[in-house]
């Protein structure tokens, strides 16, 4: 009976060993192609978010952004995310492109697109990826018409309208319901997408809202949520104000040393222009209602980030799906006496980034080192299992997002180029260190300007005339001199937009 006993053991281990042995191949297997199955991306973006202006960041006491702290808290933030131009458009490019503006040549928001640029989704496409974008375009020009690069499209004209708009789908003009709003439609038309898109290929969604651009115009439902929160105006507002007694909201004071003699002449001119805090915009709105009216915009955004991240969680992909938020550009509200960006200032720059991917990025993750718009294409790429192109300069930031420490930049560089619509600031040059920023103020009888962020964050005390920082001046302007010459911008690349061709012969009298 023993034997028996035994033998039937044996027969059994015998058995479950020849099944582990036809089995765990094919389930090791299963788990490798999971393992290289390429990532799914989707990119967030929205219009003139501030780098601060995040509920976790506790800039705003009482900003409500569950999501963008949710994102925080679950992935990384980026904490020193800068754009290497402060405008729509050219900012636009850069991210598509991988490379500053004065290489892809769009550096205003009226110019048309170049011919020859080649945009990252192009490569995914060709990796074997869905691709789709949805929303604000506005590129290089005004036009919606579908981009390459995007099996999926779904845009607007320009800057679009908050209400009732009219979408470019795959080519066809579409009039969405009565009463609809943008930031709501456009996420429905990516998650329909998303729903529908074929389950053996990966994807990449380009989700591109319009909001907060002003003129701001908030949800219903959000309309008078922050009628009674407090406006904190910056330090740095009244430097430059004729009227001191002029006040809104509550005013925080100096600290430091403030230098007002140096501000430069266009900053304090620009005070009483459409981009300053007694213009705003020909006096079409008071600042109070225009602060107030921008936070309760970005409610549905973060709302829209909240949807994808609970349509990711339903489907069961959020463990294979990078999601990245994004602004375009930074936003002043008074610093300096400036309201909107294109100046170097810090609340210009900067731009929230927060990236999650559960099992890639750890929970909680923060990153220090700068980070470029024109290092979002190479880190998708990376992603989808691609190499960057030469001729992007940005870099994939990637080994941060899963904490590693590679050889990384210690400075960003800035260009900004004058517009004729928007003449009050001039074409600006500049780098920016951890604790330096070099700010060059080309083409005007003015001042420069340089500043010890770390000592002076608020940008109050310029030290372009103390001797006792002459050098830290003279190496930072021969380093931006030497970017600008190393990345062939040493030009300026002038657009004839704004006229038609005459076809006359000029005699002097026009």
Known sequence: MTTQLATLHTSRLLVSLLILALVFPRVLQAQQQKAQQPMNVIYILSDDHRYDFMGFMGKVPGLQTPNMDRMAKEGAHLQNAFVTTSLCSPSRASILTGQYAHTHEIVDNSAPLPEGLTFFPQYLQEQGYQTGFFGKWHMGNTDDKPQPGFNQWVS?????????????????????????????????????????????????????????????MPARRHEDKYKDIKVISPPSMYLTATDSSRRWGVVQAPKGP??????????????????????????????????????????????????????????????????????????QFGELGLIDKRDMYEASIRVP?????????????????????????????????????????????????????PPWRDRMY???????AFPQTPTIFGVRTDQYKYI???????????????????????????????????????DMWNWLESTDGLQIPLKNVPYKRIDLPYKGTY
């Open 156 to 216: 607007f004209k320009g800057q679009g309208v908050y209400y009732s708009p009219t979408f470019n789908i795959n080519g066809k003009e579409v009039k969405q319901p009565e009463g609809s709003y943008t930031t709501d439609l456009l996420t429905d038309y990516t998650l329909e997408w998303l729903s529908k898109r074929d389950k053996n290929k990966p994807f990449f969604a380009y989700l591109s809202h319009k909001g907060v651009h002003s003129e701001f």
């Open 414 to 420: 800035y260009e900004y180029y004058w517009e004729w």
């Open 353 to 405: 980034l927060l990236a999650r991917a559960p099992g890639l990025i750890k929970p909680g993750t923060k990153v220090q080192q700068m980070v470029m718009n024109v290092d979002i294409a190479p880190t998708v790429m990376e992603l989808a299992g691609l190499e960057k192109p030469p001729h992007m300069q940005g870099n994939s930031f990637l080994p941060l997002l899963k904490g590693e420490q």
């Open 440 to 478: 060059y103020n080309h083409g005007v009888w003015d001042i420069n300007e340089l500043y010890d962020i770390q000592k002076d964050p608020q940008e109050m005390n310029n030290l372009i005339r103390n001797p006792a920082y002459e050098k830290v001046a003279m190496e930072l302007k021969a």
């Open 258 to 331: 403030v230098n007002v003699r140096d501000i430069p002449k266009w900053v304090k001119a620009q005070r009483n222009s459409w981009h300053g805090v007694d213009g705003m915009y020909d006096g079409a709105i008071a600042f109070d209602d225009f602060y107030r009216q921008y936070l309760e915009t970005l409610l549905s955004v973060d709302e829209s980030i909240g949807r994808v991240l609970d349509w990711l969680k339903k489907e069961e992909l959020d463990k294979n799906t990078m999601v990245i938020y994004m602004g375009d550009n930074g936003f």
